[in-house]
Nanobody, 122 residues
Framework: VQLQASGGGLVQAGGSLRLSCAASGRTLINYFMGWFRQAPGKEREFVAAIKWSSGTTYYAASVKGRFTISRDSAKSTVYLQMNSLKPEDTAVYYC????????????????WGQGTLVTVSS
């Protein structure tokens, strides 16, 4: 599956952004779709994931209550709505696809998008 992420940008603390990840090449019904992020000098970390077939969602503790992952089956697109952004959310955000067995670690994911930069100013 090929993934194309978009929607990053510069936003002030407290603001919002919505990231999009368009998928192509395969049906997503059996996939987990995830968002990860990597700040300069840090490891890539899990942000959120959604099981495409059921819509069940998973969040990192650091973003729960502020970020929402969703999907649009008709568009084969997964979204990450980010509200109440903080400077520590600054990172390159990647979308990824995971075929069973599912997981929430970067090494569990099989396909990756190119990343989109989110910068939150204080």
């Amino acid at each position: 599956v090929q993934l194309q992420a978009s929607g990053g940008g510069l936003v002030q603390a407290g603001g919002s952004l919505r990231l999009s990840c368009a998928a192509s090449g395969r049906t997503l019904i059996n996939y987990f779709m995830g968002w990860f992020r990597q700040a300069p000098g840090k490891e890539r970390e899990f942000v959120a994931a959604i099981k495409w077939s059921s819509g069940t969602t998973y969040y990192a503790a650091s973003v729960k209550g502020r970020f929402t992952i969703s999907r649009d089956s008709a568009k084969s697109t997964v979204y990450l709505q980010m509200n109440s952004l903080k400077p520590e959310d600054t990172a390159v955000y990647y979308c990824a696809a995971d075929y069973p067995p599912y997981g929430l670690r970067p090494e569990d994911y099989d396909s990756w998008g190119q990343g989109t930069l989110v910068t939150v100013s204080s």
